[in-house]
Nanobody, 120 residues
Framework: QVQLVESGGGLVQPGGSLRLSCAAS????????MGWYRRAPGSQRELVAA???????NYADSVKGRFTISRDNAKNTVYLQMNSLKLEDTAVYYC??????????????WGQGTLVTVSS
């Protein structure tokens, strides 16, 4: 069974930085895209950033220039470096792995979520 394990959330002051990590485990042959979504209180889940296996990236306009996504394909791990954090970045951040090919076939997998709180 493929699982995603997230780490790195926490409390940070406005203007600060955090780094999220997400590692996929299981009998994985390949993962097309890995990325991060978030859900703020009272809002719908939204894409933050995603990276395809070939390296192409997609960012939400609200985080461009502040967040950087990176990926280690050999380790099936994705990272999100978040700088210049704002109060409105407060949310639960979810790791996503799209088109995961494993012994069980092809599936989309979500992590449990990690809370990021930006507060003074």
């Amino acid at each position: 069974q493929v699982q995603l394990v997230e780490s790195g959330g926490g409390l940070v002051q406005p203007g600060g930085s955090l780094r999220l990590s997400c590692a996929a485990s299981g009998s994985i042959f390949s993962i097309y895209a890995m990325g991060w979504y978030r859900r703020a209180p009272g809002s719908q889940r939204e894409l933050v950033a995603a990276m395809a296996k070939g390296g192409s990236t997609n960012y939400a306009d609200s985080v461009k220039g502040r967040f950087t996504i990176s990926r280690d394909n050999a380790k099936n791990t994705v990272y999100l470096q978040m700088n210049s954090l704002k109060l409105e970045d407060t949310a639960v951040y979810y790791c996503n792995a799209d088109r995961v090919v494993s012994e069980r076939g092809t599936q989309e997998v979500w992590g449990q979520g990690t809370l990021v709180t930006v507060s003074s």
